[in-house]
């Protein structure tokens, strides 16, 4: 999703697990405005989100708990590690 001139990452809750989250989709800035470093970052957020999940119906175990989902620590979190991905301007 491009908002602004940036591209955002938007991956929704699938349903069956809509009651474990506080919202229905994650979405969260990829801080560029090239479209082929959008597509790079969010192919590698996704594997990243699948391989390191594989215990866990949620895409951000370390996050939730069984009253939510803290969004802004998840936010937080693929900001860190996009932060040195990601080029300046």
Not at 2 to 30: A, M, N, Q
Not at 36 to 45: E, Y
Not at 56 to 72: D, E, H, I, V
């Amino acid at each position: 999703m491009k908002r602004d001139g940036k591209y955002y990452y938007v991956r929704h809750i699938p349903k069956d697990l809509t009651h474990h989250y506080t919202v229905r989709r994650l979405c969260f800035s990829l801080k560029t405005n090239s479209d082929s470093i959008a597509i790079r970052f969010s192919k590698s957020i996704t594997q990243r989100i699948k391989e390191t999940n594989t215990a866990s119906p949620y895409a951000f175990p370390r996050y939730t708990s069984s009253k939510g989902t803290n969004g802004n620590s998840v936010s937080a979190a693929i900001n860190k590690w996009l932060k040195p991905r990601v080029p300046e301007g």
